[in-house]
């Protein structure tokens, strides 16, 4: 699948986020994937987007803005 995430891709998360409201200098989204990938809210108070190696990105970018609502809500 996708080993590598460019500015298309963060284009298209950067769509996603910007429909929620969340400001583009609050996310961090790492150039690498992983497996799996994951949404986290950091100590900073950032949101870390990393996207999932193993699904096909646009079917992970569905689910995205879910993942972003659990790890915001989380306590």
Same mark, same amino acid.
């Given at each position: 699948?996708?080993?590598? @995430?460019?500015? !298309? ?5 950067? /769509?996603? *986020?910007? /429909? #929620? ?5 609050? #996310? ?5 994937? $992983?497996?799996p990938g994951?949404?986290? !809210?950091?100590?900073?108070? !950032?949101?870390?987007? *990393?996207?999932? /190696? ?7 970018? @569905?689910? #995205?803005? $879910?993942?972003?609502?659990? $790890?915001t809500e989380?306590?």
């Amino acid at each position: 699948m996708l080993e590598a @995430v460019t500015m !298309k891709e963060i284009e298209k998360i950067f /769509a996603i *986020t910007d /429909a #929620l409201g969340i400001h583009r200098e609050a #996310l961090v989204i790492p150039l690498g994937t $992983a497996a799996p990938g994951r949404v986290r !809210k950091l100590l900073s108070g !950032k949101i870390e987007i *990393t996207v999932d /190696a193993e699904m096909p990105f646009d079917e992970w970018l @569905v689910r #995205l803005p $879910a993942l972003i609502r659990q $790890a915001t809500e989380a306590p």
